[in-house]
């Protein structure tokens, strides 16, 4: 069974740094791609950060030179080092992998997510 763990949330105040991680266990056969999602009460799913598995990374235009998205070593780890946060970065946020759990065969997996918030 896959299963996607984040965890680094938490209180910052604004302009602090918070840095955020996802795992994923189970059984993979090979990750495309990972990325942080956010949501905020009443509003939409956003996507923050992606990376896919030959290093390619697109940013949100609202946190460009703020955050950074890597992969771990084991490449099935992803990181989100947040700095100058601002409390409209305050939200969930999610790590969703598309991967293949075994060769042939190709699906999107999220976390529970994870709460940051960004206040003074």
């Known amino acids: 069974q896959v299963q996607l763990v984040e965890s680094g949330g938490g209180l910052v105040q604004p302009g602090g740094s918070l840095g955020l991680s996802c795992s994923a266990s189970?059984?993979?056969?090979?990750?495309?791609?990972m990325d942080w999602y956010r949501q905020a009460p009443g509003k939409e799913r956003e996507l923050v950060a992606s990376?896919?598995?030959?290093?390619?990374?697109n940013y949100a235009d609202s946190v460009k030179a703020r955050f950074v998205i890597f992969r771990g070593n084991a490449k099935n780890t992803v990181y989100l080092q947040m700095n100058s946060l601002k409390p409209e970065d305050t939200a969930v946020y999610y790590c969703?992998?598309?991967?293949?759990?075994?060769?042939?065969?190709?699906?999107?997996?999220w976390g529970q997510g994870t709460q940051v918030t960004v206040s003074s």
């Open positions: 189970g059984s993979i056969f090979s990750i495309e791609s």
């Open positions: 990376i896919s598995s030959g290093g390619s990374k």
């Open positions: 969703k992998a598309l991967l293949s759990p075994v060769q042939g065969l190709i699906g999107v997996y």
